[in-house]
Nanobody, 119 residues
Framework: QVQLVESGGGLVQAGGSLRLSCAVS????????MGWFRQAPGKEREFVAS????????NYADSMKGRFTISRDSAKSTVDLQMNTMKPEDTAVYYC????????????WGQGTQVTVSS
């Protein structure tokens, strides 16, 4: 069982930066990979980035590489998403999610946090 709570969303100007954080609650961190997804109005939810809790290996959507960085802090039990050089098209609700490392399906989701990038 995993509980996820996102924070850090808000309004930022184009070109600016924002850091999202996901507080993770579980008894077995090493069994999970954590991901960030986003959903813009009228669009499908899309993958942003993921990280394996055990070894810190990461994966990114091609369009996010170089601008977004996912990381985990074992001491704080958080998974962060650093977003730089933001664009208006980054405006979306951002979700934190978790999956068992041997599964492709994300089974646990946070409530989401709104990110708005103004031009």
């Amino acid at each position: 069982q995993v509980q996820l709570v996102e924070s850090g969303g808000g309004l930022v100007q184009a070109g600016g930066s924002l850091r999202l954080s996901c507080a993770v609650s579980t008894r077995t961190f090493s069994n999970y990979a954590m991901g960030w997804f986003r959903q813009a109005p009228g669009k499908e939810r899309e993958f942003v980035a993921s990280i394996n809790w055990s070894d810190g290996s990461t994966n990114y959507a091609d369009s996010m590489k170089g601008r977004f960085t996912i990381s985990r802090d074992s001491a704080k039990s958080t998974v962060d998403l650093q977003m730089n050089t933001m664009k208006p098209e980054d405006t979306a609700v951002y979700y934190c999610a978790a999956r068992l490392i041997f599964s492709a399906r994300y089974s646990y989701w946070g409530q989401g946090t709104q990110v708005t990038v103004s031009s």
